[in-house]
Structures are given as C-alpha cells and as structure tokens.
Nanobody, 115 residues
Framework: QVQLVESGGGLVQAGGSLRLSCAAS????????MGWYRQAPGKQREFVAR???????NYADSAKGRFTISRDNAKNTVYLQMNNLKPEDTAVYYC?????????WGQGTQVTVSS
C-alpha cells in the first residue's frame, strides 16, 4: 500500500510561484509513474503533469511552459514547480501514483491564486 503526503500549497498572487512536493511511502522499490492532478470547485479532476522513472514527462497544455515536474527516485518524491501562476490555476492539487495497475492519491493541497 502506497501512502502519499503532499505539501507546499498556499495563497499566492498572480504571477507568483509555488513548489509542491509529494513523498511516497509504503514501498521499498522505485515507482514508475508519479504525477499531479488538480480539481477546481465545481469541476472534474484534471491531469496536470506526469513523470516516469526513466525521465519522460508529460504536461497538460495549461501547464506547458509554466510548470515543471521533477522527482527524486531515491526518495520516491515528486515535485511540481509552478511559475507565472494564474487565477485559473486555483484548485486542490493531488499527487498521483500509478503502480501495479492501481491508482493512489494524496489528500490534496490547496493552491489559491489571487488576481
């Protein structure tokens, strides 16, 4: 069973930056796929970014050029550096791990961007 703990959310003005972290525990082996999703009020959860252990990354169009996903495989930790934040980035951000056919989710961390 994988447990995920996120940190780094908060309130920031438009144009500002935040860095989210997610540490995975409950496994002694490396995790292939780690990523971030977000859910704004009244909207469905949506994909933000994904990182594979081999180095490949994927981004949603809304994140390209502003967000950077990175990871520390030795620590099973994934990061999301968010720059030039916009009010429409306001959401609860969830860490995700996909492993052995199962999705694992963190508790979520709130990101609020004021205009």
């Amino acid at each position: 069973q994988v447990q995920l703990v996120e940190s780094g959310g908060g309130l920031v003005q438009a144009g500002g930056s935040l860095r989210l972290s997610c540490a995975a525990s409950g496994t002694s082996s490396s995790i292939t796929t780690m990523g971030w999703y977000r859910q704004a009020p009244g909207k469905q959860r949506e994909f933000v970014a994904r990182s594979f252990s081999g180095g490949t990354t994927n981004y949603a169009d809304s994140a390209k050029g502003r967000f950077t996903i990175s990871r520390d495989n030795a620590k099973n930790t994934v990061y999301l550096q968010m720059n030039n934040l916009k009010p429409e980035d306001t959401a609860v951000y969830y860490c995700n791990v996909f492993r052995f056919g199962m999705d694992y989710w963190g508790q979520g961390t709130q990101v609020t961007v004021s205009s």
